[in-house]
Nanobody
Framework: QVQLVESGGGVVQPGGSLRLSCAASGFTLHYYGVGWFRQAPGKEREGVSC????????YYADSVKGRFTISRDDVKNTAYLHITSLKSEDTAVYYCAIPTDDITWSLDASDYHLWGQGTQVTVSS
């Protein structure tokens, strides 16, 4: 079964850190770029970061630049999002996704066709 499964979310205090994982199954992640998105209650889904299939290029939304780091381990068929210096406005459900074949990189959710179920990140004191 082709799927993505996110994990690693939780409740964390402001200034804290988490590492989110995106495990792929049913296909080889090596051949695809990976994007991370988030959606807060009442807001549209926002692209936060993506990494190309080679891992050679990474991209970040301005709101997370310098605080979030995307990476991948193709041996483990898994991508990661390390999030640090968390703020209350980072509270959201975080999703990983695979873009359509013709997309090299994108932070636009409409360019992605395979999504995980999401993992909740709550920043609260």
């Amino acid at each position: 079964q082709v799927q993505l499964v996110e994990s690693g979310g939780g409740v964390v205090q402001p200034g804290g850190s988490l590492r989110l994982s995106c495990a792929a199954s049913g296909f080889t992640l090596h051949y695809y770029g990976v994007g991370w998105f988030r959606q807060a209650p009442g807001k549209e889904r926002e692209g936060v970061s993506c990494i190309t299939r080679s891992g050679g290029n990474t991209y970040y939304a301005d709101s997370v630049k310098g605080r979030f780091t995307i990476s991948r381990d193709d041996v483990k068929n898994t991508a990661y999002l390390h999030i640090t210096s968390l703020k209350s406005e980072d509270t959201a459900v975080y999703y990983c996704a695979i873009p359509t074949d013709d997309i090299t990189w994108s932070l636009d959710a409409s360019d992605y066709h395979l999504w995980g179920q999401g993992t909740q990140v709550t920043v609260s004191s």
